[in-house]
């Protein structure tokens, strides 16, 4: 089984609309992330989590929101879903003790029509 | 703030030939630094990474770079590359002593042409 999940893997939705995608991991990570990439512009971060009661802003943080639910689940909010959010979005998790790397699930597709 | 540039978009190269995908990046700080490999519709995985040491880095599939702290580079080079290779790539960096927050270059889609 990944050790990085997120669900839906694709969803359509419509202007306006409020949409929730959510992440699920397995590696006992306390840091989480989430980033969309936009063709051209790479990742860029939206928020991130280092325990469940962290928070922070990332570089693109308007128009979203977080709930880190547990150690294992960061859920992504976009409260008023529009076009311009159309992208892909991509959880990420990384230890804090020494290995400086991040592991990111497999990305949902997004399309706000 | 750390940036990156990547300043190839797209580097076709055939098959069993040598590549290098350049990155460049921008700091006032120390820096980690970072190449991760994104197939087609899956996630990033690394591929490799300096935190510190010897300046020649060695990843997975053969891929290896070198941290120029005087140019501000980190390029990634492979002497033969094969059709599975075929990838996009991203050069990512953080201010050391935490890789809290990535800034990623733009990427680098290789493509091997058999």
């Known amino acids: 089984d990944a050790d990085v999940t997120q669900t839906p893997r694709n969803r359509i939705t419509k202007t306006g609309k409020r949409i929730m995608l959510e992440c699920s991991q397995t590696?006992?990570?306390?840091?989480m992330y989430w980033y969309r990439q936009d063709p051209g512009l790479g990742l860029r971060l939206i928020y991130y989590?280092?325990?469940?009661?962290?928070?922070n802003k990332g570089e693109i943080s308007d128009g979203y929101s977080v709930s880190r639910q547990a150690q294992a689940k960061f859920s992504l909010s976009l409260e008023s879903a529009i076009p311009n959010q159309t992208a892909l979005y991509f959880c990420?998790?990384?230890?804090?003790?020494?290995?400086?790397?991040?592991?990111f699930g497999p990305g949902t597709r997004l399309l706000v029509l | 703030a750390q940036s990156v540039t990547q300043l190839d978009s797209q580097v076709p190269v055939f098959e069993e030939a040598p590549v290098e995908l350049r990155c460049n990046y921008s700091?006032?700080?120390?820096?980690?630094l970072f190449w991760y490999v994104q197939y087609p519709n899956q996630g990033l995985q690394l591929l490799l990474k300096?935190?510190?040491?010897?300046?020649l880095v060695k990843g997975i599939n053969g891929f290896e770079a070198e941290f120029n702290k005087s140019q501000t580079s980190f390029h990634l080079r492979k002497p033969s590359v094969h059709i599975s290779d075929t990838a996009e790539y991203f050069c990512a960096v953080s201010k050391a002593g935490s890789a809290r927050q990535l800034t990623f270059g733009s990427g680098t889609q290789l493509t091997v042409l058999p």
């Open positions: 590696k006992g990570h306390d840091r």
């Open positions: 300096y935190l510190s040491g010897s300046t």
């Open positions: 990420a998790t990384s230890d804090p003790d020494g290995e400086e790397t991040q592991y």
């Open positions: 700091s006032s700080v120390s820096v980690y």
């Open positions: 989590s280092f325990d469940v009661k962290d928070i």
